[in-house]
């Protein structure tokens, strides 16, 4: 069975920094797209950053310049380095896997980010 692990969320003042990490047991896991979506409280999810098989990258505008996305398949693992962490940025961040078919996209259940002001 296919599992995606969140984990690093937590609380944090306004200005500092946060990395989340995302253990998938997809295989192989270098072939598969990893992205980071969040939903806030009363908002719809959307798409953070992004992550292909090539190493190349996507953000969304409100995170470019503060967020970096990376990826180590030796442990099939995705990261999202946080910085200058912002209230709005306060949200479930949750893990995603899709890989070459439709039927293989994964999620996991998501980690909370909390950033006070």
């Known amino acids: 069975q296919v599992q995606l692990v969140e984990s690093g969320g937590g609380l944090v003042q306004a200005g500092g920094s946060l990395t989340l990490s995302c253990a998938a047991s997809?295989?192989?896991?270098?072939?598969?797209?990893m992205t980071w979506y969040r939903r806030a409280p009363g908002k719809q999810r959307e798409l953070v950053a992004s992550?292909?098989?090539?190493?190349?990258?996507n953000y969304a505008d409100s995170v470019k310049g503060r967020f970096i996305i990376s990826r180590d398949n030796a442990k099939n693992t995705v990261y999202l380095q946080m910085n200058g962490l912002k209230p709005e940025d306060t949200a479930v961040y949750s893990c995603?896997?899709?890989?070459?078919?439709?039927?293989?996209?994964?999620w996991g259940r998501g980690t909370q980010v909390s950033v006070s002001s």
């Open positions: 997809v295989s192989p896991f270098s072939m598969y797209t």
């Open positions: 995603n896997a899709a890989g070459q078919t439709v039927e293989q996209n994964y």
């Open positions: 992550i292909n098989r090539r190493g190349n990258t």
